[in-house]
């Protein structure tokens, strides 16, 4: 069965710091990966993808991740983080085109 | 461009009475419809998907139900609300091999 992990519930950084989110994935094929972002009481915004081809994609509002097949991951990165970065996100994967799964969330705080 | 728009924002219910939440795509045809529910400090747990009109695949088992009675149009709804049906109901949309876009949500309260 398909299942997407996020290790990490809760992650804080210093204002400026870098930042890696963890994902790991579990599916038979290479799937479609995407990180969200979301702020309280609001949808998901997405902040990059991976379908094929370059393994390092570059997202919005500076985020980067990327896809190593050998360990089924696909962990999202910052070189500085910004106070506005503080949110929830999500790791997600596609399948079968229509079907998407995703992690549990990693909630960051920035402090000053 | 594409929207996609739910309504209402906030609700607020009394245990046992009726819902119905609504969800529309704007700029896209045929488009793949998902409803999500996330609980407080979870993830999303997705309760509904559409591939096509009438077409309604349950994920979860409970008093929920969905209806997509055009294309773009996509219902949540419930006869009887319970306690544990609280919660941020999000809406999303895709096309095939593609990526989800979400609305902006409806947060639901029973009390």
């Known amino acids: 069965a398909q299942s997407v992990t996020q290790p990490d519930i809760h992650i804080t950084v210093s204002e400026g710091a870098s930042l890696e989110l963890r994902c790991n994935y579990s599916y038979g094929a290479t799937p479609y990966l995407f990180w969200y972002v979301q702020s309280p009481g609001q949808g998901l915004q997405l902040l990059l993808k991976?379908?094929?081809?370059?393994?390092l994609v570059q997202g919005i509002k500076g985020f980067e991740a990327e896809f190593k097949r050998s360990q089924s991951s696909f962990n999202l990165r910052k070189p500085s983080v910004h106070w506005s970065d503080a949110a929830e996100y999500f790791c997600a994967v596609g399948v079968t085109g229509n079907q998407f799964y995703f992690g549990t969330g990693t909630s960051l705080t920035v402090i000053p | 461009s594409q929207t996609i728009h739910q309504w209402p924002a906030t609700l607020v219910q009394p245990v046992g009475s009726p819902l119905s939440l609504e969800c529309t795509v704007e700029?896209?045809?045929?488009?793949?419809l998902y409803w999500y529910r996330q609980a407080a400090g979870r993830g999303l747990q997705l309760l509904f998907y559409?591939?096509?009109?009438?077409?309604i695949s349950s994920e979860v088992p409970q008093n929920l139900s969905a209806s997509r009675p055009q294309d773009r149009q996509f219902i949540l709804s419930s006869k009887k609300l319970l306690l544990s049906d609280s919660g941020f109901y999000l809406c999303a949309w895709s096309v095939p091999h593609n990526e989800q876009f979400f609305g902006p949500g409806t947060r639901l309260t029973v009390l």
């Open positions: 559409s591939v096509g009109i009438g077409q």
């Open positions: 700029g896209t045809s045929n488009p793949n």
């Open positions: 991976y379908f094929s081809g370059d393994t």
